[in-house]
């Protein structure tokens, strides 16, 4: 032990510099250059979690609808001239959820010599991976950044008032305002 010692200490700075880039440099060739983030399990969790929260399960679905029904109902029924009311919306899509990711991107020239000339080359790649967050109970779900609503395809009302013509507009004109769906997309019927 006390050889190497004096054999480092006879080094000059200049080699003890080169000794430590050499090593250095064997770090990196022995590392690898592309590691894999996930095994192909969790790769495959991770798809089918990202699947399953970018649009809600039709069960949370129709209970959306049956509340906005509801509250449509409700409203319209407090209406003068309108009396009682029964509606049915129809949804277009279910709503979706924006997940976040992390895009990762990286850059890099390549160059190969040939006999007539060198060539060089770009290359860039992307990767990109969910964000993800624990719950309570410390659970990893995705992250959502935005919600976005049902989009509605039509509506139908059936009101005692309906026999009128003002207040088939008026309810008309409410249900555009509310739900932004045009006008032929909204039938209004008289209540027997």
């Known amino acids: 032990m006390e050889k190497w010692l004096d054999k480092i200490k006879s080094f000059k700075k200049e080699q003890i510099l080169i000794l430590l880039l050499c090593g250095v440099l064997l ?4 590392l690898p250059a592309d ?3 996930t095994d192909a399990r969790q790769q495959e969790e991770t798809r089918m ?9 039709s069960g949370a679905a129709e209970e959306r609808t049956r509340r906005l029904e509801n509250r449509l109902k409700t409203i319209l029924s407090k209406v003068e001239g309108i009396g009682k009311t ?11 959820r924006m997940i976040e990711k992390d895009l990762e991107e990286s850059q890099g020239k390549e160059e190969n010599q040939e006999e007539n000339g060198a ?5 860039s790649s992307s990767r990109e991976s969910t ?4 719950d309570a109970q410390g659970n990893e ?28 507009s008026e309810i008309t004109e409410a249900v555009m305002a509310l739900f932004g769906v045009e006008a032929h997309k909204i039938k209004v019927m008289k209540m027997e």
Do not use: C, F, W
């Open 141 to 168: 779900l995705p992250y959502v950044t935005e919600e976005l609503e049902p989009e509605i395809a039509g509506v139908l009302v059936i009101a005692q008032g309906a026999g009128n013509a003002a207040v088939v």
């Open 86 to 96: 029964e509606v049915m919306l129809t949804l277009k899509s279910d709503g979706k």
């Open 131 to 134: 964000v993800y967050q624990r």
């Open 49 to 57: 979690n990202t699947q399953e929260t970018q649009t809600p399960d």
């Open 27 to 30: 770090l990196v060739i022995a």
């Open 35 to 37: 590691a894999p983030s």
């Open 119 to 123: 060539s060089a080359s770009d290359q």
